[in-house]
């Protein structure tokens, strides 16, 4: 499994230096939600990162089965979105508390 990074260039400029290699540059609405949908159909994906506020930015029907998607587990990073913490988002997604 691999860990896929979507976003604009400053934001997955960390994540391509640190070594992931499925880094990808979406500089507009179009072109993120084409790389969403197209990560999302990885098999290799396990876990996919955006930037919350790009999930602003996308398609409801989009933004409703990055919700609830198992696989590629989804993670936001950025501003808290929903009021839930990273706790509560790995718990919904993987469905076991994995700090007890």
């Known amino acids: ?5 979507i976003g604009n260039r400053e934001f997955i400029l ?3 230096l640190a070594g992931i290699r ?3 540059s979406a500089e507009n609405d179009e072109q993120l939600t084409n ?6 159909h990885d098999s290799e994906v396990g876990i996919l990162v955006l ?3 790009d999930m602003m ?3 409801r029907r989009l933004h409703a089965t990055l ?3 198992v696989k590629p587990t989804v993670i ?3 501003i808290e979105e929903g009021g839930l913490s990273m706790r509560e988002r790995i718990k919904r997604s993987v469905g076991v508390d994995l700090w007890k």
């Open 1 to 5: 499994m691999e860990i896929a990074v």
């Open 14 to 16: 960390g994540f391509r």
């Open 22 to 24: 499925k880094t990808y």
């Open 35 to 40: 790389l969403i949908t197209k990560a999302m």
């Open 51 to 53: 930037n919350s506020s």
């Open 57 to 59: 930015r996308i398609p």
């Open 67 to 69: 919700e609830d998607s």
């Open 76 to 78: 936001t990073l950025g």
